[in-house]
């Protein structure tokens, strides 16, 4: 059974870091590229980051550059989103979703998703 889960999610206050995992099982990401996303209530899901299957390349949504990494380990079919200087305005519901390519066609598709983690800044 394909699956992608998500974890590494909590509480932190503004300023702080939390790193974020995407492990998928029933299928290797090693061939696709896989995008961070998130939603906070009423309002749409944004696209947060992507990382090609290779991991050459990667893009972020501008409210997030030089803060946020986004890396991927292929030998533990895992993608990781480093957080680092988090606002109150970054929490959300996290998610992240294979795409069915290789490349990152904008911040990325969303093929197959998780099913979030929370990540709440707050003091």
């Known amino acids: 059974q394909l699956q992608l889960v998500e974890s590494g999610g909590g509480l932190v206050q503004p300023g702080g870091s939390l790193r974020l995992s995407c492990e998928a099982s029933?299928?290797?990401?090693?061939?696709?590229?896989i995008g961070w996303f998130r939603q906070v209530p009423g309002k749409e899901r944004e696209g947060v980051s992507c990382?090609?299957?290779?991991?050459?390349?990667?893009k972020y949504a501008d409210s997030v550059k030089g803060r946020f990494t986004i890396s991927r380990d292929n030998a533990k079919n895992t993608v990781y989103l480093q957080m680092n200087s988090l606002k109150a305005a970054d929490t959300a519901v996290y998610y992240c979703?294979?795409?069915?390519?290789?490349?990152?066609?904008?911040?990325?598709?969303?093929?197959?998703w998780g099913r979030g983690t929370q990540v709440t800044v707050s003091s």
């Open positions: 979703a294979a795409d069915t390519v290789a490349v990152c066609y904008g911040l990325g598709r969303g093929r197959y």
């Open positions: 029933g299928f290797t990401l090693d061939y696709y590229a």
């Open positions: 990382i090609s299957s290779s991991g050459g390349s990667t």
